[in-house]
């Protein structure tokens, strides 16, 4: 299960000239605990004394402070070295950095009309305030001659990657253009987020377009009560009372396509739901798309790069296209098998039931759904009672005590990001400090949807020699409690609990120098999902989930079908995830410009790779929005780092869940130096070796 990972928006904010609107000044300085020291127990930020109002003077003071930081590097007459340049922009910006953090804390999960409208007003202030650093030429002139003289300075490996890094993004923001390509630059990248908008609004007002109404009871045959029930209120909503409604939304859809015995509604509500921003009306995406491709293609030439892939790889671990090809490939193969067989054996069960028909894709949820129930059946309300919130917690901490030796201490009296949250007090092994962690985690109407992790302050050494602990923060929309029950939550939960305390001992762990790390999306989720693999480990199991009434440990039975769950419809997920992948690449490896025909590249681009004709890609061109806004040549990343954390589980069942060498070495060189080193290396140095794909192919049931 793939989750999302939401890094609170602490953007890199290393900026210079000042702006107008720093001329506004705070009338209240002074009395505002964003500004001021923090004096509250271990320093968090007094959250219960900040209040609205008290946001936008910060961020205007903050940012006026982290300019005229800038200018001091800049108006220097020392002549440029790592230290005066480098280290003093890294270390710039810590009030910014800290006003951001509160506010993306409190915008994400306790926000309210006025944190939106600050939001709103703010966001634009921030990106001109980060523009404004990376299109300043006297400043890139120091860090470019701090680089070229990289040779001659002794850098430590920490100094060399934070020097590469910031060099590169200069580089790739155009600072080395001339100002006639530095417009064109500027003129593409308006472009394209205008089109990203238009095309993302397309998609919205697509899936808000198609609505498939029933008025014959017979057309619901198959669907459960709760289904009938929520299309019932959809068309109550819409104003259609005594009828059905279904929409293209996947809560809406998925149902209807697992149990819908009505065939031809299936494939009529399916097509719908593929031919989104393919209807050559106003929402048509093709041409769109095509010019997004082509203004990628321009960009890339511009700044030197054979195409875009090639530009957005550079940064990542998988470094180039020919590395994520030959990944997404390798799974290909073993997939195709798996997923044949699974086509196979739903044919069998149409045949079986005297049908005379070809599977096709709207068919494929309804006898997946069959199959589940055949070979799969795994009963949500028949695990819950074992998975209480606090023992599932407790056993996450239990799991992260026995590899580390570190330890979660309850914290009261401390300032809390909200009252439902809890604060715990981390120690290491020898009882030194490593930071605060809170978690929070029951949904309202203040927070948003989902799990993720974020940080309210980042680990870092101050010139002094002071080290600075982290602050950070895990968000979940759990089951609430209620007066008879405690919070039972899913096996899905379950994993969500441990995947977002990974990316917290990331945190937690870290030994960077300086506040700012570069870590690649496609390696940000090996902390995070390796963590999960503890959850679902017999042994493991045992320990922490007790039935929450009798105390009695989850019997074996239900084990073996947690276990055997993961293998259910793997050849179906695996393919239409790997078809999009790979139609991510087909066009960010493109080299020339021209208009694409979408509908024929795709026909062509499919037919050639051998998809089967009964499976749909995840995504199809014309709504592939990740590709559009901000995830291009980038969804392969959630394989990537799916490699990383088998391979790497690998080594604890080679020597064992809790071996303590193993374990160590992982947080030596994974946890402590994410962020600042080249993490392919740093992979390495845990593994003795490159990641395998074996193990991620055998987990998921490919081999
Ligand atoms: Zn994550």
Request: charged share 15%.
């Given at each position: 299960m793939l989750k999302f990972y939401y890094l609170l928006t602490i953007t890199m904010m290393m900026t210079l000239s000042s702006c107008d609107q720093n001329k506004k000044k705070d009338q209240s300085s002074g009395e505002n605990p964003l500004l001021e020291k923090?004096?509250?127990?271990?320093?968090?930020?007094?959250?219960?004394?900040?209040?609205?109002?008290?946001y936008m003077p910060a961020f205007i003071d903050a940012m006026a402070l982290h300019n005229a930081e800038i200018e001091a590097i800049i108006n220097q007459t020392e002549p440029p070295t790592f230290e005066n340049t480098l280290a003093d922009m890294a270390y710039s910006g810590e009030l910014l950095r800290s006003v951001s953090s509160v506010f993306s804390g409190q915008?994400?999960?306790?926000?309210?009309?006025?944190?939106?409208?600050i939001a709103e007003e703010i966001s634009p202030l921030l990106s001109e305030h980060a523009d404004n650093i990376s299109l300043n030429p006297k400043l890139f002139a120091r860090v470019k001659a701090v680089y070229e003289n990289r040779e001659h300075d002794s850098l430590s490996g920490e100094q060399a990657y934070l020097l590469e890094n910031v060099y590169r993004d200069f580089v790739r923001s155009g600072a080395n253009l001339d100002s006639e390509q530095q417009q064109k630059l500027i003129e593409i990248n308006k472009k394209l987020s205008m089109m990203a908008l238009k095309f993302e609004q397309h998609v919205l007002d697509e899936n808000n377009a198609f609505q498939l109404v029933i008025d014959n009871k017979d057309?619901?045959?198959?669907?459960?009560?709760?289904?009938?029930g929520m299309a019932a209120q959809t068309a109550d909503e819409a104003g259609m009372t005594g009828k059905w409604m279904f929409t293209v939304h996947k809560p809406s859809m998925v149902p209807f396509l697992q149990y819908a015995q009505n065939r031809d509604l299936r494939e009529k509500l399916y097509k719908a739901y593929l031919n989104r921003g393919n209807n050559n009306d106003k929402l048509d995406n093709k041409k769109l798309f095509s010019d997004i491709i082509n203004l990628r293609i321009q960009k890339a030439h511009l700044l030197g790069y054979p195409n875009y892939a090639a530009y957005v790889l550079e940064e990542r671990m998988a470094?180039?296209?020919?590395?994520?090809?030959?990944?997404l490939n390798q799974v290909w193969d073993s997939t195709l098998v798996v997923a044949r067989r699974e086509a196979t054996q739903m044919q069998q069960i149409i045949d079986d039931e005297g049908d005379d028909f070809k599977l096709q894709s709207w068919d494929w949820w309804y006898y997946a759904e069959k199959l589940r129930k055949q070979n799969y059946n795994l009963d949500d309300s028949e695990l819950r009672p074992y998975f209480k919130l606090e023992n599932v917690r407790d056993g996450a901490f239990m799991v992260i005590n026995k590899l580390y030796g570190i330890t979660f201490k309850p914290i009261s009296n401390i300032p809390l990001p909200h009252p439902d949250a809890q604060a715990y007090e981390v120690n290491d092994q020898d009882g030194s400090a490593l930071g605060v962690m809170y978690m929070d985690f029951f949904p309202r109407e203040s927070k948003q949807g989902g799990a993720w992790q974020g940080e309210y302050r980042v680990h870092q050494v101050l010139p002094d020699g002071e080290e600075i602990h982290p602050v950070v923060t895990v968000v979940y929309?759990?089951?609430?409690?209620?007066a008879s029950m405690p919070s039972l939550i899913n096996f899905d939960e379950v994993e969500t609990l441990f995947h977002e305390l990974g990316h917290a001992l990331d945190g937690l762990f870290a030994k960077n120098t300086y506040p700012v790390t570069f870590i690649p999306t496609d390696f940000v989720e090996l902390p995070s999902q390796i963590l999960e693999h503890w959850a679902t480990e017999r042994e493991v199991l045992k320990m922490y989930a007790v039935h929450y009434e009798t105390g009695a440990p989850i019997p074996d039975e239900l084990i073996d079908k947690i276990n055997n769950s993961r293998y259910f419809n793997t050849g179906f997920n695996n393919m239409e995830f790997l078809a999009a992948s790979l139609l991510d690449m087909s066009y960010h490896v493109l080299s020339d410009t021209g208009a694409i025909d979408i509908n024929q590249f795709e026909l062509n681009y499919f037919s050639q790779l051998g998809l089967l004709e009964q499976i749909e890609p995840r995504y199809h061109s014309t709504y592939f929005t990740h590709i559009v806004g901000g995830y291009e040549a980038g969804y392969y990343?959630?394989?990537?780092?799916?490699?990383?954390?088998?391979d790497a589980y690998e080594a604890f069942r080679e020597n064992g869940l809790f071996d303590k060498t193993t374990a160590t070495s992982f947080r030596k060189n994974i946890l402590e130096k994410s962020g600042t080193s080249d993490h392919e290396q740093l992979y390495r140095d845990f593994r003795g070796k490159n990641p395998s794909v074996e193990p991620l192919l055998k987990n998921r049931g490919l081999k």
């Open positions: 923090f004096t509250t127990t271990y320093q968090v930020p007094p959250f219960e004394s900040i209040t609205t109002e008290n915008m994400s999960a306790n926000t309210n009309v006025e944190i939106q409208k057309d619901l045959a198959g669907l459960p009560e709760s289904v009938i470094k180039n296209p020919e590395n994520v090809l030959n990944l929309n759990f089951t609430r409690p209620s990343s959630y394989l990537w780092s799916a490699v990383l954390d088998h």
